[in-house]
């Protein structure tokens, strides 16, 4: 069989996969919202059954009552739970950056301690290992600090193991979306992760979420922009966000390089298009030719980096 069949075979096969995934996960959601609603029951039960036993405590003798002791730590700790939840609402109804902690100042990064494993595989197209490889990297639990500038066009030049790929980023398109690229690109966040996935399934790859054996949560979740995939699809050379639904995305994205990224989300546009590939189709075209391993087949044989992400203001 030709390496060409082979790789169509291989792609069919990983479709098939993912569609069951997608089922699985179909299924889930409809199990969370059963169970949600359930909590919620659960929930009104309890408070109106907390306030009869309340009241029923008024006939008794008050000489019998004991003193309450107010656990002022534990009255703290609710508070700063009530503000949190406050903000997040605040936050989802606006279509804003979810953050883990809103008393952290957006932009301020937090030590993950999380280091990749060690990986003797080799660097594909004779690269070699970027200096910041095996390095930690930081969480940022108060959101992305705000670095985009009216009137300004952002792109993003990655430089990869096998080339260099030139992307258009779509910040009036999807504004929430490119800010955290850009700002997590200024950081030198994305610096020496890979692209650590074929997602033959649905004709994509993956990068900026780590490797194959560690992956970054970078403490906050972004909103869903839909519009432009609504209207126009996930054509070839799209870049969009990579989650499952509304605040699930983070760092991580996905570059489409077949049509089946478009028909596999066609009923279902839940990734944020905030990028156009406008050069380096043809690099990712040798990533998606390399021998790949583990992962469901996912994995690349060889280790692809991310050498450098450097953002342009045009």
């Keep these: 069989m030709s390496s060409s069949k082979q790789r169509k075979a291989r792609q069919q096969a990983e479709r098939e996969q993912w569609e069951r995934e997608q089922a699985r996960l179909a299924a889930r959601r409809r199990r969370g919202r059963v169970l949600g609603v359930v ?8 408070v109106v059954a907390g306030g009869v036993a309340l009241s029923g405590g008024d006939d008794g003798d008050p000489e019998a009552e004991e003193p309450v002791v107010e656990n002022t730590e534990l ?5 700063a739970a009530d503000a949190q939840a406050s903000a997040a609402a605040e936050a989802m109804a606006a279509g804003e950056v979810l953050a883990e902690d809103y008393t952290v100042e957006p932009g301020t990064p937090v030590d993950s301690r999380t280091r990749p494993l060690r990986d003797d595989r080799p660097v594909a197209c004779d690269g070699k290992v970027p200096a910041g490889a095996r390095a930690s990297r930081p969480r940022y639990p108060g959101g992305p600090a705000e670095v985009l500038r009216d009137g300004v066009d952002y792109v993003a030049v990655i430089e990869t193991s096998c080339g260099t790929i030139t992307i258009d980023l779509l910040e009036k398109a999807a504004p929430v979306a490119v800010n955290s690229f850009v700002f997590l690109a200024q950081e030198g966040f994305y610096d020496g992760l890979e692209v650590f996935r074929d997602f033959g399934g649905v004709t994509a790859v993956e990068a900026g979420s780590g490797d194959n054996t560690t992956s970054w949560d970078v403490g906050y979740r972004l909103p869903d922009e839909l519009d432009l995939a609504e209207r126009e699809g996930y054509p070839v050379g799209t870049v969009t966000t990579a989650g499952e639904g509304p605040y699930t995305a983070g760092s991580s ?3 489409a390089y077949g049509t089946w990224f478009d028909d596999g989300f066609r009923d279902n546009r839940i990734h944020t298009t905030f990028g156009r590939v406008l050069r380096g189709m043809d690099v990712i075209e040798t990533m998606t030719a390399m021998d790949r391993v583990g992962m469901g087949g996912e994995a690349f044989a060889e280790r692809l980096f991310m050498e450098s992400v450097t953002i342009e203001e045009r």
């Design 253 to 255: 994205f996905y570059i």
């Design 39 to 46: 909590g919620t029951v659960v929930a009104v039960v309890a």
């Design 75 to 79: 009255l703290e700790s609710e508070a």
